[in-house]
T-cell receptor
Framework: EPEVTQTPSHQVTQMGQEVILRCVPISNHLYFYWYRQILGQKVEFLVSFYNNEISEKSEIFDDQFSVERPDGSNFTLKIRSTKLEDSAMYFC???????????????FGPGTRLTVL | GESVGLHLPTLSVQEGDNSIINCAYSNSASDYFIWYKQESGKGPQFIIDIRSNMDKRQGQRVTVLLNKTVKHLSLQIAATQPGDSAVYFCAETGANSKLTFGKGITLSVRP
């Protein structure tokens, strides 16, 4: 069964450093998403991406964040200068656009645990 | 403001019993609702979904009920098994595909 994959599973970084989190969405999916989950809290939307551009972003997704689809399979989230409060699980998700309607089941990857020291 | 929330933080059930997990949402414009299950150290796993033009949908051992009048969503799990132990999230979305998650409820199955 196709699934979303993410690497690395755990990333430890120093405050102020740049990190890139990587995702491989399900191959025939056209919508891509990043969410984060701070320990013990609910999952929060960061950004959605379609047709090589951001569709929507939350207020969490400030200028320190960026997303990219560098090739036909990868989808990345970059944090330019990490802060302590960026420590969280980051989940990538993807969905298949069906009949021109973007609202569709989102399938999540296993997540990357980011720890900022 | 817009929010999706869960009524209870934890639910403990006896193996073999039925479980009912409830969720309230406040955005009347939401038209698509999903239940996810999250096991420790893993990402949210899709369980079942329902669109706003329906009030009930059944899957394998799971049923989702939607009451748009009171903005209430529930997940029923029949014959709960130890493998059902996890955190359950309801989520909603409208035309923009952005999922808004509830806080999560822990389901604990007693042997």
């Amino acid at each position: 069964e196709p699934e979303v994959t993410q690497t690395p599973s755990h990333q430890v970084t120093q405050m102020g450093q740049e990190v890139i989190l990587r995702c491989v969405p399900i191959s025939n999916h056209l919508y891509f998403y990043w969410y984060r989950q701070i320990l013990g809290q609910k999952v929060e939307f960061l950004v959605s991406f379609y047709n090589n551009e951001i569709s929507e972003k939350s207020e969490i997704f400030d200028d320190q964040f960026s997303v990219e689809r560098p090739d036909g399979s990868n989808f990345t989230l970059k944090i330019r200068s990490t802060k302590l409060e960026d420590s969280a699980m980051y989940f990538c998700a993807s969905s298949e656009m069906v009949a021109g309607v973007g609202t569709d089941t989102q399938y999540f990857g296993p997540g990357t645990r980011l720890t900022v020291l | 403001g817009e929010s999706v929330g869960l009524h209870l933080p934890t639910l403990s059930v006896q193996e073999g019993d039925n479980s009912i997990i409830n969720c309230a949402y406040s955005n009347s414009a939401s038209d698509y609702f999903i239940w996810y299950k999250q096991e420790s150290g893993k990402g949210p796993q899709f369980i079942i979904d329902i669109r706003s033009n329906m009030d009930k949908r059944q899957g394998q051992r799971v049923t989702v009920l939607l009451n748009k009048t009171v903005k209430h969503l529930s997940l029923q799990i029949a014959a709960t098994q130890p493998g059902d132990s996890a955190v359950y999230f309801c989520a909603e979305t409208g035309a923009n595909s952005k999922l808004t998650f509830g806080k999560g409820i822990t389901l604990s199955v007693r042997p």
